[in-house]
């Protein structure tokens, strides 16, 4: 904490791994942080910071300047993932003064964390933008070293509470430029497919295109069913779909082909929903062309950065040989810090296989 000096902080993050103690941390850097800093905090699979990316750490991050927050934590998200939002969020409008339906989207951006394993991404944003649809935001899951989703579990940050089954909101006022955004490695090949049938928790494709779904999906990228898993070369990790978006593509992709011939699918799925098939690109290139001319181009003289960045990008680069590639690429003038997570949000989107930011820069 020396490293503060006189830095008056307005907010503090702190990511760590899942294997810490993560109640003694949260009480041993509150007691050392200026009395009533907000504190905000996630399990993590790596943290990112400017130097790298790093694993088994402990990484603290303080905000000042032109801006205020406010911070809220709803638990019970397995059973009520819009109700935890809906909570979250008034309760960080509160702290600020304001209503969630006043919040001025120029001037106000939200940044919101889960308990990844509860997979509830998308009631969640329902509950978090029900009064305020206008709202830009930007977050990710809170993520655990277990790649495994029915092994795993996470843990959520704010103030004294750590918590499971629990999300986080955090909205940020201030006048100076910032932006969300999000960078993958896919593009598109122009084949795309329709999700004809699914199952009653929306989360399985029972038919792609009238037939089988994993059969169908196999079939179009020319593979075995046994080589589309996500994590496998040819697979769905690599050839996800995408949900076309205007002229933006957000990566929505399968997980595991099922026993019954269905795909499991990281988000909800909607009967009818036509979805682009996707490839993967060179990923260092494109992380690379990100922070070095994206982010200059969108945001006035960037400063600092809050990044999610999807678990499974980390997980392919490793299988791939590229680990340390992908992570040099997080080494940039900008002050930086993020976490591997489970899934990642944007806007009113629940994605994944992707890089979302928000990126602070500084008035002219």
């Given at each position: 904490?020396?490293q503060?000096?006189?830095?008056?902080?307005?907010?503090a993050f702190m990511?760590?791994?899942r294997?810490?103690?993560?109640?003694?941390?949260?009480h041993a850097l509150?007691a050392?942080?200026?009395t009533?800093?907000?504190?905000v905090?996630a399990?993590?699979?790596?943290?990112?910071?400017?130097?790298g990316?790093h694993?088994?750490s402990?990484?603290l991050s303080?905000l000042g300047?032109?801006?205020?927050?406010?911070?809220g934590?709803g638990?019970?998200?397995?059973s009520?993932?819009?109700?935890?939002?809906?909570?979250?969020?008034?309760?960080?409008?509160?702290?600020?003064?304001?209503?969630?339906?006043?919040?001025?989207?120029?001037?106000?951006?939200?940044?919101i964390?889960?308990?990844?394993f509860q997979?509830?991404?998308?009631e969640?944003?329902?509950g978090?933008?029900?009064?305020?649809?206008?709202l830009?935001?930007?977050?990710g899951g809170a993520?655990?070293?277990?790649?495994d989703?029915?092994?795993g579990?996470?843990?959520l940050?704010?103030g004294?509470?750590?918590?499971?089954?629990?999300?986080t909101v955090v909205?940020?006022r201030t006048?100076a430029?910032?932006?969300?955004l999000r960078?993958h490695?896919?593009v598109?090949?122009?084949?795309?497919?329709r999700v004809t049938?699914?199952?009653d928790?929306?989360t399985r494709?029972?038919?792609?295109d009238?037939?089988?779904?994993?059969?169908?999906?196999?079939e179009?990228?020319?593979?075995?069913?046994d080589?589309l898993?996500y994590g496998?070369p040819?697979?769905?990790a690599?050839?996800p779909?995408?949900l076309?978006v205007?002229r933006?593509?957000?990566v929505?992709?399968?997980l595991?082909?099922?026993?019954?011939g269905s795909?499991?699918?990281a988000?909800?799925l909607e009967?009818?929903?036509?979805y682009e098939?996707?490839?993967?690109g060179?990923?260092?290139?494109m992380?690379?062309?990100?922070f070095?001319e994206e982010?200059p181009?969108?945001v006035?003289?960037?400063?600092?950065g809050?990044?999610f960045?999807?678990?499974?990008?980390?997980m392919?680069?490793?299988?791939?040989?590229?680990?340390?590639?992908?992570?040099?690429?997080?080494?940039?003038d900008?002050?930086l810090?993020?976490?591997n997570?489970h899934?990642?949000?944007y806007c009113?989107?629940?994605?994944n296989?992707?890089l979302?930011?928000?990126i602070?820069?500084?008035?002219?």
């Amino acid at each position: 904490m020396n490293q503060l000096g006189s830095f008056e902080p307005k907010i503090a993050f702190m990511f760590a791994s899942r294997d810490r103690d993560h109640v003694a941390l949260n009480h041993a850097l509150r007691a050392r942080l200026p009395t009533g800093t907000p504190f905000v905090g996630a399990s993590t699979g790596g943290e990112i910071d400017n130097k790298g990316m790093h694993f088994g750490s402990v990484l603290l991050s303080v905000l000042g300047g032109d801006l205020e927050v406010g911070v809220g934590m709803g638990a019970g998200l397995k059973s009520s993932g819009a109700g935890v939002g809906a909570k979250a969020m008034a309760d960080a409008c509160a702290q600020l003064g304001q209503r969630p339906e006043d919040l001025n989207p120029r001037n106000h951006v939200g940044l919101i964390m889960d308990d990844a394993f509860q997979q509830k991404k998308e009631e969640l944003l329902l509950g978090v933008l029900e009064k305020n649809q206008a709202l830009v935001l930007v977050g990710g899951g809170a993520a655990d070293t277990e790649r495994d989703m029915s092994k795993g579990s996470a843990l959520l940050h704010a103030g004294d509470r750590v918590a499971s089954d629990a999300a986080t909101v955090v909205m940020i006022r201030t006048e100076a430029p910032w932006r969300v955004l999000r960078s993958h490695w896919f593009v598109a090949t122009g084949q795309t497919l329709r999700v004809t049938k699914v199952d009653d928790t929306h989360t399985r494709a029972l038919e792609i295109d009238g037939r089988p779904a994993a059969s169908r999906y196999a079939e179009i990228l020319g593979v075995a069913i046994d080589d589309l898993p996500y994590g496998k070369p040819n697979g769905f990790a690599t050839n996800p779909t995408a949900l076309k978006v205007g002229r933006e593509y957000f990566v929505r992709a399968p997980l595991y082909p099922m026993p019954d011939g269905s795909i499991l699918f990281a988000n909800l799925l909607e009967e009818g929903s036509e979805y682009e098939v996707m490839k993967a690109g060179d990923p260092i290139e494109m992380t690379r062309r990100f922070f070095n001319e994206e982010i200059p181009t969108r945001v006035p003289s960037p400063q600092a950065g809050l990044l999610f960045h999807c678990s499974g990008r980390t997980m392919m680069a490793e299988a791939a040989g590229r680990l340390e590639e992908l992570s040099k690429t997080f080494e940039t003038d900008l002050m930086l810090a993020g976490l591997n997570v489970h899934f990642e949000m944007y806007c009113g989107f629940s994605i994944n296989s992707t890089l979302t930011s928000l990126i602070f820069g500084a008035k002219n």
